[in-house]
């Protein structure tokens, strides 16, 4: 771990709900898995008066002041129950008047990653992303964690890290990130490739087993230096045809945590958050890692 990281260790949102608590202590347990310090931040929206048309209040009032201090009390609450014995990180708490997504934004900047819970389940049983965590998602400067809460568990701590490759450089990123993690927790790692990601697509008359083959062989590749360097983390290599956030929200439900680039190979400059990343960012049971 690099002194930058230490020093910037792990940022939360939280705003009190049972998502905010969910974030609180999974950011938790990997701020004392890699020995960083932990923040505790709530951004309070300033509020509008009717007139003059438009005016913010200069200063946060008084009801907001108080109602701040309960959401960074049941924080740190969280914090010290999801603790138990471990030895407690250094903590820290900031309240902001400002707008949410801008100032978790600019926070994430001297971030070593961003953890921030997300909405919760729609009408229909969908789990939706709030505005704020889709708005982290498209714009931080850090890895950013979204945790559901719909059920309030817990997932699997021997279960597998699920790494969703492409060979992008957000790609990079998240694999030399999901080794880290599952090495940090002695897990093993499924890594999973579609065939389309090595330009690979089922045709007539084909033989599907030297497809295969060529795959296998193309993932092995990239997933070398990893191994080299993460001798200890067991790879299950996966490959499957076509439609990468189903296959990858399939493997999540058998692990404790998915990770995968901000933006896959067929996004563009301008788009920071691809169409797979933001499906399983969404739609996951578990804890999702987005990596820049």
Do not use: N
């Amino acid at each position: 771990m690099t002194q930058d990281a230490k020093k910037h260790g792990v940022l939360v949102c939280v705003d009190g709900s049972a998502a905010s608590d969910a974030a609180v202590a999974w950011g938790t347990r990997e701020a004392v898995m890699r020995g960083l310090p932990i923040t505790l931040m709530h951004a309070v929206p300033p509020v509008v008066v009717g007139w003059p048309v438009g005016q913010l209040y200069a200063d946060m009032p008084e009801w907001q002041q108080d109602s701040a201090q309960h959401v960074i009390d049941q924080a740190r609450k969280v914090l010290r129950a999801t603790l138990g014995d471990s030895e407690p990180p250094e903590v820290r708490t900031e309240t902001v008047y400002s707008a949410i997504v801008p100032a978790l934004i600019e926070a994430s900047k001297d971030a070593w990653m961003l953890v921030a819970g997300s909405q919760g389940l729609g009408a229909l049983g969908r789990l939706l992303l709030g505005s704020v965590t889709a708005g982290l998602l498209h714009y931080a400067h850090c890895p950013v964690a979204v945790i559901h809460s719909e059920e309030g568990a817990v997932p699997d701590s021997t279960a597998p890290v699920v790494l969703g490759i492409d060979g992008s450089p957000a790609s990079e990123a998240a694999t030399a990130l999901a080794f880290d993690e599952a090495s940090r927790r002695g897990v093993g790692l499924v890594a999973l490739h579609v065939w389309s990601d090595v330009g690979v697509f089922p045709i007539l008359g084909m033989d599907w087993h030297d497809r295969e083959k060529e795959g296998q062989e193309i993932l092995g590749e990239r997933l070398a230096g990893w191994q080299e360097r993460y001798p200890d983390v067991h790879v299950e290599r996966k490959l499957f045809c076509d439609k990468p956030s189903e296959w990858l929200l399939q493997e999540s439900e058998r692990a404790q945590l998915l990770v995968v680039g901000s933006r896959g190979r067929g996004g563009f400059p301008g788009m920071l958050l691809g169409s797979v990343s933001s499906a399983v960012a969404q739609s996951a049971r578990i804890p999702v890692l987005v990596v820049r």
